[in-house]
């Protein structure tokens, strides 16, 4: 189980600039060590969980790598430079 110490909720409290009276810090101590505690759990638990990575699937089709004609797909384009598209600049220097 995790415990925060006084020091360090008051050393939590000055790098936020909140300001705690000594009525407040025991309370406040009590509810961050059950939110340290509920994310213990969490992290626990959760790290027996495999959960497929869903990232960078295409459900719609099979992705096949097919030869293309580099020059039908840039005579297409506004503006090139040799094998480049020229697009707007966005960012400043």
């Known amino acids: 189980m995790t415990k925060i110490t006084k020091q360090e909720l008051l050393k939590i409290a ?27 759990r969490v992290k626990d638990i959760a790290r027996d969980i495999e959960i497929p990575s869903n990232k960078n699937v295409n459900v719609l089709r099979e992705d096949v790598v097919t030869q293309t004609n580099n020059e039908l797909i840039l005579a297409q384009a506004p503006e090139r430079e040799e094998d480049y598209f020229v697009v707007p600049m966005i960012l400043e220097k």
């Open 14 to 40: 000055q790098s936020s600039s909140v300001k705690l009276y000594d009525d407040e810090i025991e309370p406040l101590m009590g509810q961050l060590d059950a939110v340290l505690t509920y994310a213990a």
